[in-house]
C-alpha cells in the first residue's frame, strides 16, 4: 500500500483493490478451473551438504589468515594462523602460539569434524617445532558418537623433541627441521584395537610401530584435533595436513581464490 503523498501516486498510479483480485466472466469460466485436480505438490530435496576434505598446504590462504573449515579457540595471547615464516613445501604452514596464563591448557585449539566409520584412514602431516621456544602439543583423533568422547590415534611432542604415540616413544624429532608422521587405520564393524604410525625425518631412518589402541570405547572417527600444552610462550607449525581414504587421498588439495580468512 502506498504511502498518501506518495511520488508516484503524482504520476497517476492509481492503488489496486486487492480484494477483488480473481476469476471473472461468465459462470461457465469461473467454474473450469474446478473442473481440473490440483497436481500433486512435489517436495525438493533440502540441499546435500558435502563433508569437508582434510587436505591442505594452506596456499590458498594469506599469512594471517585462519585455515578452512576448522573451528577453532583461541585465548589471550595465543593463535593459530597461516604463516609464510617457514614451510614443509609451497610457501605457507600453519603456526600455532601458545602463551601463559590462558583460561585452559589445551589452548590453542584446532578441530575439524570428519566422520569415518569404514575402511583404511589415513591421517599425515609434515611439523616443526620451534627452537627457540619449542612447545608441547597433541594431534589426536576421537569418537563423539557417543555420550562421551573417546580418544583414538594420539600423538603428542614435548618441547624437548620426543614424540609419543599413545604413551609410547617414536624417538625423537630436531628443532627447526620438518618432519613427518603418518597414521593409518583401519575401521570395521568391530572396534579397532590398534594403528600403524611412521615417523620420517631427513637424513634419519623411517621409525615404523603398531601401536595399540588404550581406550576401547573408540569405534570410529568423528573429530581430528591439534592442541597446545605449553602454558607458556611457545611456536610450532604444521603443513600439508592430509585426512582420508586412499581414494580421497590420490586427489590433490583444493584450490581455493587466494585470500584472507577472517
Same mark, same amino acid.
Given at each position: 500500500r502506498l504511502k498518501?503523498?506518495?511520488?508516484? =501516486?503524482? %504520476?497517476?498510479?492509481? *492503488?489496486?483493490?486487492?480484494?477483488?483480485?480473481?476469476?471473472?466472466?461468465?459462470?461457465?469460466?469461473?467454474?473450469?478451473p474446478a473442473?481440473?485436480?490440483?497436481?500433486?505438490?512435489?517436495e525438493i530435496a533440502a540441499p546435500v551438504k558435502l563433508p569437508i576434505q582434510i587436505n591442505y598446504d594452506f596456499e590458498s590462504l594469506l599469512p594471517?589468515?585462519?585455515?578452512?573449515?576448522?573451528?577453532?579457540h583461541i585465548d589471550g595471547k595465543a593463535s593459530v594462523k597461516v604463516s609464510d615464516e617457514l614451510s614443509a613445501s609451497g610457501g605457507n604452514?600453519?603456526?600455532?602460539?601458545?602463551?601463559?596464563? =590462558?583460561? %585452559?591448557?589445551?589452548? *590453542?585449539?584446532?578441530?575439524?569434524?570428519?566422520?569415518y566409520t569404514n575402511g583404511v584412514i589415513t591421517l599425515s602431516w609434515d611439523l616443526l617445532n620451534s627452537a627457540a621456544q619449542p612447545a608441547d602439543f597433541t594431534i589426536e583423533l576421537r569418537d563423539y558418537s557417543g555420550t562421551q568422547f573417546a580418544s583414538g590415534p594420539s600423538i603428542n611432542v614435548n618441547s624437548k623433541g620426543e614424540v609419543r604415540a599413545n604413551g609410547v616413544s617414536l624417538g625423537s624429532v630436531a628443532h627447526n627441521r620438518w618432519a613427518h608422521i603418518t597414521i593409518t587405520l583401519e575401521l570395521n564393524n568391530a572396534k579397532p584395537s590398534k594403528y600403524?604410525?611412521?615417523?620420517?625425518?631427513?637424513?634419519?631412518?623411517?621409525?615404523?610401530?603398531?601401536?595399540?589402541l588404550r581406550d576401547n570405547k573408540f569405534k570410529i572417527i568423528t573429530w581430528l584435533g591439534i592442541m597446545s600444552n605449553s602454558d607458556r610462550t611457545a611456536h610450532y607449525y604444521?603443513?600439508?595436513?592430509?585426512?582420508?581414504?586412499?581414494?580421497?587421498?590420490a586427489k590433490p588439495p583444493k584450490r581455493r581464490a587466494r585470500r584472507k580468512q577472517k
Open positions: 498518501q503523498g506518495s511520488p508516484a =501516486l503524482k %504520476a497517476g498510479f492509481r *492503488p489496486i483493490d486487492i480484494t477483488k483480485a480473481g476469476l471473472y466472466g461468465s459462470k461457465e469460466w469461473c467454474a473450469l473442473k481440473f485436480p490440483n497436481r500433486e505438490l512435489v594471517g589468515s585462519k585455515p578452512f573449515d576448522a573451528r577453532i604452514s600453519l603456526k600455532f602460539t601458545d602463551a601463559s596464563g =590462558l583460561r %585452559a591448557r589445551w589452548l *590453542p585449539h584446532l578441530e575439524y569434524m570428519r566422520q600403524a604410525v611412521r615417523l620420517e625425518q631427513v637424513n634419519a631412518p623411517s621409525i615404523d610401530k603398531t601401536i595399540p604444521i603443513d600439508n595436513l592430509r585426512m582420508g581414504t586412499e581414494e580421497e587421498l
